[in-house]
């Protein structure tokens, strides 16, 4: 805690001389604008003094609280350190609370970018073909960012689904084009998302 300035009081200082040079005034004239001019002086005196105890009361609160709330940072982060005093990582295998907070609020920036993003779409489009083009990449980047946080291996499963129905589409290809002596039956591909 800071100690105060030298000068810090000096108006409270100025006020109880105005006060005193007042009252000497006041007691020697004996006039009622004399005793009224000490009145006023000594109701500022009186307030300059409540001030100045008042904010220096509040100044120490104050340092005491930021000394309070460091010293538990400290107790805080020595209890949370790692025992090799290096940065500790949040795993995000772990499973622990800290890793699926840090994993929604990854996934909340996600939805965030994209709502941002759709509405430059919606404001440029048909206005500025490259901006509508950049803010649409970052759609894609940022949506895929996020099917990767909550399923690290989407783009794997993506594949093998888009594999698993070119494979059935060539299948149904076949049996139709057998079943019509290769003219076909006009059906159209199978397309879609396959859901675990």
């Known amino acids: ?16 001389l105005v006060f005193l040079v007042a009252l000497v005034f006041a007691a020697n004239n004996s006039t009622v604008l004399g005793w009224v001019i000490a009145v006023i002086a000594f109701g500022w005196l009186v307030l300059s003094t409540v001030v100045y105890i008042g904010v220096h009361k509040a100044a120490a609160f104050g340092a005491r609280q930021v000394h309070l709330a460091q010293a538990q940072m400290a107790q805080q982060n020595s209890a949370n350190a790692p025992s090799d005093g290096g940065t500790r990582l949040v795993s995000q295998e772990s499973g622990s609370r800290s890793a699926e907070k840090a994993r929604e609020l990854k996934l909340d920036h996600s939805f965030k970018i994209i709502n941002v993003q759709t509405g430059v779409v919606r404001e440029y489009l048909g206005k ?36 698993a129905m070119a494979k059935k589409n060539a299948e149904r290809q076949a049996a139709a084009g057998q079943k019509t002596d290769g003219k076909g039956t006009g059906e159209d591909p199978v397309s879609g998302v396959i859901i675990d």
């Not at 083009?133 to 690290?152: F, H, Q, V």
């Open 128 to 163: 500025d073909a490259d901006m509508v083009a950049r803010a649409l990449d970052t759609i894609d980047i940022t949506a895929a960012n996020g099917r990767g946080m909550i399923n690290p291996n989407w783009e794997a499963q993506e594949a093998k689904m888009d594999a």
């Open 1 to 16: 805690m800071s100690k105060p300035g030298k000068f810090t009081g000096m108006g409270t200082i100025v006020l109880a």
